[in-house]
């Protein structure tokens, strides 16, 4: 987890590709907790692009729902 809260604050990072799993583990042993998107924004990708056609779009698989999102650095 920590990797991932150093990249977003360090003011280094464009654009974070998210993947929001809607489901709750109690078993994990990691969790990112200070994830901060407040200096990125929602875009959508071009339609050229691979999974464009899956931004926002929730999913449901193996009773699994997830939804991917692309955010870039204000």
Known sequence: AKPYEQAIES???RRVYLTR?????PQADTRVEKFDLSDFQRIQRPKDE??????????????????????EQK
């Open 11 to 13: 003011k280094l990072t």
């Open 21 to 25: 799993i809607f489901a709750t583990f």
């Open 50 to 71: 691979i999974l464009a056609d899956w931004d926002d779009r929730v999913v449901e698989e193996n009773g699994l729902k997830y939804q991917f999102q692309v955010y």
